[in-house]
Structures are given as structure tokens and as C-alpha cells.
């Protein structure tokens, strides 16, 4: 019954790779996030969709790429991974207006 | 630009004491001032939140103290446990951005038994 859940946890990769993390939530809201963790525990926003529309759209690489197929879900494609995506991915997702985010427990992502 | 600052970044307190973390704010447009607690291994999770039109706001053991003039905003523990051993983040919204969280830098609290 996890609230806010993405898969995979970890993920280890070699440089040059493409790859997905994948974010459901049940919780029946409408705007979804992605956010980067970073080594030194800063949060730094990246997306954000509002009913499948893309709203917040920080500067991230092109080789980022979020894609919302419905409310419940928003995934997070990356092409042409490099050491320094490494980090810990987090989905969060919110109803719109009111100001509580709802966080998963991260997807730990390391390039080699 | 960082436009909400955090301090300190790491603190170690002794059970039972006080835990105090500040943070600053620029952007006088930012109506509303969340903490999120992260504890290892897990997504940040709000703790407590207040808005500028009141200068504290306490729920247990926690409180928020909000000092608009001085754009300044700070969260106290109160008897700290070593169950409080976290990471702390202060954020803001503004009412135009949508829901928009800016994160402060984090804060690392150590609750010593």
C-alpha cells in the first residue's frame, strides 16, 4: 500500500547507458515530481507534470527525459549516462494548490 | 542562486537538549514554509509547516518560529531523541509558482544517547 513507489531502488550502470526509473502513485494526485539528491543532500527539482502536462522544467540535460503516460505515473528516461548523474532520484507527487509533496524512497542510481 | 539559505549543515546534540536550524529567505513573494525530515535510506517526509501570518507554530516536541521582518524562519526540537536523528530541510513556496518547493541546503542532526 506504499504511497508514492519507484522502481528500480538501486541502480548501476556503465557510462554511455540509457536508462529508466518508474514512478507510481496512489494516492489520487495530480502533480508528480522528480528531484536529484545529490552526495551532499541538496534537493534540486528537475519536473514537474500537472495532469500530464509538463509544468516545471528546470535546466536538466536534454539526455533527461520525464514522460507522464497518465496522473498516477511519471518516469524518468536517461540517455547517455555520465558520472555525474550519479545520485539519488526521488519521485514525489502532490495534489495541485494544497502544499503537501509525498516522497518515494528514492532510486540510488551510480554510473561507473 | 541558493534563494533559501540553511544553517548549520551538520549539528550534534545530546539527548534531551535542543536541536535549533535557521534558515533565510530572500524572495518576500514565498507564502508558505514547510520542513521536510529525511532519514536514511527514505524520501524526505513533512514534518511541519506555517505560513507568514503567524510567528510560531509548535506540534509536540517541534516548533517553527517565523520572523517575517527579518525574512528569517527556524525549527526547534524540543527534549531531542535519538529517534530525531535526521536530515532537515527548511523549504518556500510562493503562492504563483504552483506548487514549487525551493530546498534549503539540509541540515544532519546527530541526537546523542
Known amino acids: 500500500d506504499t504511497a508514492v513507489s519507484q522502481t528500480p531502488k538501486y541502480l548501476v550502470t556503465q557510462m554511455g547507458n540509457d536508462k529508466s526509473i518508474k514512478c507510481e502513485q496512489n494516492l489520487g494526485h495530480d502533480t508528480m515530481y522528480w528531484y536529484k539528491q545529490d552526495s551532499k543532500k541538496f534537493l534540486k527539482i528537475m519536473f514537474s507534470?500537472?495532469?500530464?502536462?509538463?509544468?516545471i522544467n528546470e535546466t536538466v540535460p536534454n539526455r533527461f527525459s520525464p514522460k507522464s503516460p497518465d496522473k498516477a505515473h511519471l518516469n524518468l528516461h536517461i540517455n547517455s549516462l555520465e558520472l555525474g548523474d550519479s545520485a539519488v532520484y526521488f519521485c514525489?507527487?502532490?495534489?495541485?494548490?494544497?502544499?503537501?509533496?509525498?516522497f518515494g524512497a528514492g532510486t540510488r542510481l551510480s554510473v561507473l | 542562486q541558493q534563494q533559501v539559505k540553511q544553517s548549520p549543515q551538520s549539528l550534534i546534540v545530546q539527548k534531551g537538549g535542543i536541536s535549533i536550524i535557521n534558515c533565510a529567505y530572500e524572495n518576500t513573494a514565498f507564502d508558505y514554509f514547510p520542513w521536510y525530515q529525511q532519514f536514511p535510506g527514505k524520501g524526505p517526509a513533512l514534518l511541519i509547516a506555517?505560513?507568514?501570518?503567524?510567528s510560531e507554530k509548535k506540534e509536540g516536541r517541534f516548533t517553527i518560529s517565523f520572523n517575517k521582518s527579518a525574512k528569517q524562519f527556524s525549527l526547534h526540537i524540543m527534549d531531542s531523541q535519538p529517534g530525531d536523528s535526521a536530515t532537515y530541510f527548511c523549504a518556500a513556496k510562493e503562492e504563483t509558482s504552483g506548487s514549487r518547493l525551493t530546498f534549503g541546503e539540509g541540515t544532519q542532526l546527530t541526537v546523542n544517547p
Open positions: 506555517i505560513r507568514p501570518d503567524v
Open positions: 507534470y500537472n495532469n500530464k502536462e509538463l509544468i
Open positions: 514525489a507527487s502532490s495534489l495541485s494548490g494544497p502544499d503537501i509533496q509525498y
